[in-house]
């Protein structure tokens, strides 16, 4: 059965930093590509970043590029999402996918298994 946790949500003002971390389990970890994802109220659920299986190749959405760093340790099974400068608009539930697609997809259909999501607050 293939698991993914996402950790590391918090309450944190504005311009400060998290660290999301997602743990894999049931499945060839390095044989996929991991994407973030967030929802906020009211929104749909959007892309924020990808590595690819290899973790050669990443991809950020513009709302974050510059301020949040993707990576990924293939021994642990788990992907991290650094986030830096964080604003009110940066609160969402955060999710974590694993995709076959092993170059990186930024589309959540090509995503075949999701985290339960943690809840990332910005207070201004």
């Known amino acids: 059965q293939v698991q993914l946790e996402e950790s590391g949500g918090g309450l944190v003002q504005a311009g400060g930093s998290l660290r999301l971390s997602c743990a894999a389990s049931g499945l060839s970890f390095n044989a996929y590509s991991m994407g973030w994802f967030r929802q906020a109220p009211g929104k749909e659920r959007e892309f924020v970043g990808v590595i690819s299986a290899s973790g050669s190749r990443i991809s950020y959405a513009d709302s974050v590029k510059g301020r949040s760093t993707i990576s990924r340790d293939n021994a642990k099974k788990t992907v991290y999402l650094q986030m830096n400068s964080l ?7 955060y999710y974590c996918a694993a995709s076959i697609y092993v170059s990186g997809r930024i ?13 990332v607050t910005v207070s201004s």
Do not use: C, L, R
């Open 87 to 93: 604003k009110p608009e940066d609160t969402a539930v």
């Open 107 to 119: 589309d959540s259909y090509d995503y075949n298994y999701w985290g339960q999501g943690t809840q």
